[in-house]
């Protein structure tokens, strides 16, 4: 089985930063993309930001500039270090990995069970 655990969520006010962590864990051959995504309260969750093995990264339109995503890979732990943040950011963020699990040849989706992030005006 694989875990992903994130940490740093809280309470931060407008224009503010906090950074979010997704440790993972577990048995894996090979991880392959990790991202973050988000729901707010009566919203459908969405994508914030993702990033390849590679390193290549791709971003919602709405935290592009604000919001910048990483990975270490010794340490299995993606990061998203969110700057400038604004009321409408406050959601439930997830970590969601693609992992390629030992014994597989094929990539499943796992999540994290997710972090609040609550932005005051």
């Known amino acids: 089985q694989v875990q992903l655990v994130e940490s740093g969520g809280g309470l931060v006010q407008a224009g503010g930063s906090l950074r979010l962590s997704c440790a993972a864990s577990?048995?894996?051959?090979?991880?392959?993309?990790m991202g973050w995504y988000r729901q707010a309260a009566g919203k459908e969750r969405e994508l914030v930001a993702d990033?390849?093995?590679?390193?290549?990264?791709n971003y919602a339109a709405s935290v592009l500039g604000r919001f910048t995503i990483s990975r270490d890979n010794a340490k299995i732990t993606v990061y998203l270090q969110m700057n400038s943040l604004r009321p409408e950011d406050t959601a439930v963020y997830y970590c969601?990995?693609?992992?390629?699990?030992?014994?597989?040849?094929?990539?499943?989706?796992?999540w994290g069970k997710g972090a609040l992030v609550t932005v005051s005006s």
């Open positions: 577990g048995s894996m051959r090979r991880l392959n993309s």
């Open positions: 990033i390849t093995s590679g390193g290549g990264t």
């Open positions: 969601k990995a693609n992992v390629i699990r030992s014994g597989t040849f094929f990539g499943t989706d796992y």
